[in-house]
């Protein structure tokens, strides 16, 4: 018994091919249908026509990463029951389309975010970046929220407004398109004025509102997900604290303990990514796997390296703070006591998270954290570690 290996492809335009795929070890795909509005439904022949192309390269579409949230029901304003209602077709034309892992995140305006795509590390390789002074040198003195001095330490406005200064124009322009342009996977980028007006429709929602407003959704899809043989998986904030005076709800154990006991069904599961939970020092990973494994869905693996104060790096796999040979531990032992008490639900897919832009890559046009060689090291690495650690504890 092993897990499930999958790898993440962008569709057609994606850099790296499904033929290309087929030389990393990887068996699963991850995708969506990134060219379909967010809030739209996913029709049959739209989710038939994908899951072809990926079976015709002989492999299994394992997850759906992701179907985007539109951000009238994070809000829970406007037309958020039209959003949930067709949300909850698309869920059943997913069963109907025999995929059974649907991932998804609830950060309000901004997908995950970083300062550099191209940090560069003593090997010679590049790696993604968030730097929390440059950060709040954009929040402080290119975008210049208001209030947003009161969100900041001391001890980090002054050294972001030195940041700030010795900026040159390109270099304003350049970390403001990497901060709102949208990475890999992202729901949406913004211009500089559409990311000021997204910020003001959150204006009074607090964090309690936000996990209100998640909490509910939850109570209307997950009904619809049980009855279409769907595992639902959120995945953590990333980074996994408030931006831009923005709330995150699902950023630690105590957040992903709330989710999952709101509405206590084995469909309202968890994406289990350790690099976002892995940014905050106080997310034990290996014991949030023993507490939380029962609801983990789906598993991304990688390993982030923190700095000072919230700033991190993306780390190689097997190195940075993540401890991944004991999270992966976790998880096999996870994976045995489903099977010991007849669970069905025992693949576990995970896939390679990110990975350092190296060799021949660096040369390449790729998506930022999603080069073929980086990721396919991650795997490689994270295979081998799968099957020493079954070996080791005499578990097939």
């Given at each position: 018994?092993?897990?499930?290996?999958?790898?993440?492809?962008?569709?057609?335009?994606?850099?790296?091919?499904?033929?290309?795929?087929?030389?990393?070890?990887?068996?699963?795909?991850?995708?969506?249908?990134?060219?379909?509005?967010?809030?739209?439904?996913?029709?049959?022949?739209?989710?038939?026509?994908?899951?072809?192309?990926?079976?015709?390269?002989?492999?299994?579409?394992?997850?759906?990463?992701?179907?985007?949230?539109?951000?009238?029901?994070?809000?829970?304003?406007?037309?958020?029951?039209?959003?949930?209602?067709?949300?909850?077709?698309?869920?059943?034309?997913?069963?109907?389309?025999?995929?059974?892992?649907?991932?998804?995140?609830?950060?309000?305006?901004?997908?995950?975010?970083?300062?550099?795509?191209?940090?560069?590390?003593?090997?010679?390789?590049?790696?993604?970046?968030?730097?929390?002074?440059?950060?709040?040198?954009?929040?402080?003195?290119?975008?210049?929220?208001?209030?947003?001095?009161?969100?900041?330490?001391?001890?980090?406005?002054?050294p972001a407004q030195d940041?700030?200064?010795?900026?040159?124009?390109?270099?304003?322009?350049?970390?403001?398109?990497?901060?709102?342009?949208?990475?890999?996977?992202?729901?949406?980028?913004?211009?500089?004025?559409?990311?000021?007006?997204?910020?003001?429709?959150?204006?009074?929602?607090?964090?309690?509102?936000?996990?209100?407003?998640?909490?509910?959704?939850?109570?209307?899809?997950?009904?619809?997900?049980?009855?279409?043989?769907?595992?639902?998986?959120?995945?953590?904030?990333?980074?996994?604290?408030?931006?831009?005076?923005?709330?995150?709800?699902?950023?630690?154990?105590?957040?992903?303990?709330?989710?999952?006991?709101?509405?206590?069904?084995?469909?309202?599961?968890?994406?289990?990514?350790?690099?976002?939970?892995?940014?905050?020092?106080?997310?034990?990973?290996?014991?949030?796997?023993?507490?939380?494994?029962?609801?983990?869905?789906?598993?991304?693996?990688?390993?982030?390296?923190?700095?000072?104060?919230?700033?991190?790096?993306?780390?190689?796999?097997?190195?940075?703070?993540?401890?991944?040979?004991?999270?992966?531990?976790?998880?096999?032992?996870?994976?045995?006591?489903?099977?010991?008490?007849?669970?069905?639900?025992?693949?576990?897919?995970?896939?390679?998270?990110?990975?350092?832009?190296?060799?021949?890559?660096l040369e390449k046009e790729?998506?930022?954290?999603?080069?073929?060689?980086?990721?396919?090291?991650?795997?490689?690495?994270?295979?081998?570690?799968?099957?020493?650690?079954?070996?080791?504890?005499?578990?097939?």
């Amino acid at each position: 018994m092993q897990f499930e290996h999958t790898w993440r492809w962008f569709g057609p335009y994606d850099t790296t091919s499904l033929e290309a795929i087929k030389q990393t070890g990887a068996t699963g795909i991850v995708t969506a249908l990134h060219h379909l509005p967010i809030g739209s439904v996913w029709t049959v022949d739209e989710i038939n026509s994908h899951k072809k192309k990926i079976e015709d390269a002989g492999f299994r579409w394992s997850v759906v990463e992701s179907v985007p949230i539109h951000e009238d029901i994070k809000r829970h304003t406007g037309k958020f029951n039209t959003y949930i209602e067709n949300y909850k077709q698309t869920l059943r034309n997913l069963g109907t389309c025999g995929i059974d892992t649907v991932c998804y995140n609830f950060m309000p305006v901004l997908d995950w975010t970083r300062t550099d795509l191209q940090h560069l590390l003593p090997d010679g390789s590049t790696a993604l970046r968030f730097d929390e002074i440059a950060l709040a040198a954009f929040d402080l003195f290119i975008l210049k929220r208001e209030g947003a001095e009161s969100e900041y330490y001391p001890d980090v406005i002054k050294p972001a407004q030195d940041f700030a200064e010795k900026l040159d124009e390109s270099e304003r322009e350049k970390l403001t398109k990497t901060i709102l342009a949208g990475l890999p996977g992202s729901e949406e980028g913004y211009s500089y004025e559409e990311f000021r007006e997204m910020l003001k429709t959150y204006d009074g929602i607090t964090a309690t509102d936000l996990q209100s407003n998640l909490i509910y959704f939850l109570r209307e899809i997950i009904p619809v997900a049980e009855e279409a043989g769907i595992r639902m998986a959120i995945h953590p904030d990333d980074p996994p604290f408030p931006l831009f005076g923005l709330p995150r709800v699902v950023s630690t154990e105590e957040h992903a303990r709330t989710l999952i006991e709101a509405v206590d069904s084995p469909n309202n599961g968890l994406t289990f990514c350790t690099g976002s939970y892995g940014a905050r020092a106080d997310n034990d990973l290996p014991k949030m796997v023993e507490s939380l494994g029962h609801r983990i869905n789906f598993v991304h693996l990688r390993s982030v390296k923190r700095e000072s104060g919230r700033s991190f790096h993306e780390a190689n796999h097997l190195e940075g703070d993540g401890n991944l040979a004991q999270v992966m531990k976790a998880l096999i032992l996870e994976q045995h006591r489903r099977k010991n008490e007849g669970h069905t639900d025992l693949n576990i897919p995970f896939r390679p998270d990110h990975g350092h832009q190296m060799l021949d890559d660096l040369e390449k046009e790729t998506f930022p954290g999603y080069s073929c060689i980086g990721r396919m090291r991650g795997l490689a690495e994270l295979r081998g570690l799968e099957i020493g650690i079954r070996t080791a504890l005499e578990l097939e």
